[in-house]
């Protein structure tokens, strides 16, 4: 008989911070771009799996959007 599996409460913990983060700034994360949303949501910590599933993408789409708005975001600085 197999000893029952005690949950992981860090990840647990990890991932309800996030979701509580994208609550709390639901107003503006409507406004944003899929690759903002993306970006918004790593910087919360998520995997790009998982990411991918909240917003019914691939995980390499996640990563290649991520990567792109990184970048887009790095040219406007420094434009400034």
């Known amino acids: ?3 029952e599996e005690k949950p992981d409460f860090d990840d647990i913990t990890r991932r309800l911070d996030a979701i509580i983060r994208i609550l709390l700034r ?3 994360v409507q406004e944003m771009s899929s690759g903002e949303q993306i970006v ?3 910087t919360a910590g998520l995997t790009d799996i ?3 599933r909240f917003l019914g993408r691939t995980r390499s789409y996640v990563s290649s959007a991520a990567t792109l708005t990184k970048r887009k975001k790095v040219k406007k600085n ?3």
């Open 1 to 3: 008989m197999k000893k």
């Open 26 to 28: 639901q107003n503006q």
């Open 40 to 42: 918004l949501l790593k």
């Open 50 to 52: 998982e990411i991918a």
């Open 78 to 80: 420094v434009r400034k």
